[in-house]
């Protein structure tokens, strides 16, 4: 069954026990608060974690800077629909070579001459694309964002975090969001290119 921003925004509002909307350009507090949240929610969430369903790869091609043998003179542009690059290896498989890369802006740079194949999380906004574990998470993602300007309850805002925690779990156990190897989210200042030669 087809998902739309609109039921996820009402199971949003479920969390928080507040009646649903007809429209999330409906001229009441909860849709506006809902209509404000949800697209900077969306590509937070995305962005936090390597979700499975969201990891996309391409073969980019570069242009030598000039700036000399043995840098980084080899730039390329990133998808447009990038989110985040995850970390890059010399064949764009995640068990490959780590290579040396930073980023800058919308660009990369790295001593490998083109083409570049580039993993990255996808800015993916059709709810009917994502993964169900993930739906779960931006529902209740949502819910903790309005939960105190719609509710000025602190019990509200308690359950909100309390289903973010749990979506996020089921998430992980159901191996939703790839972890460990060069993949691992916890070093994202490593993988964006912080350090010359990156472990993750």
Known sequence: MAITPLDIANMAL???DEAPVDSLDQDVKPARLLNLHFDLTREAELMKHAWVFAILAAAVAGSDTGSGAGTLNFAYELPVDCLRPLPLTHNGEPDGVPIAWRQEAGLIYSDQSSPLIIRYIANLTDPNDWDATFTEVLVAALAVKIAHPLT?????IDIARGA???A??????ANAIQRGGRFSTSSWAVQRGDNRFRRA
């Open 14 to 16: 479920g969390v928080l």
């Open 152 to 156: 000025h309850k602190a019990g509200m």
């Open 164 to 166: 973010y925690s749990a």
């Open 168 to 173: 996020l779990d089921a998430a992980l156990h």
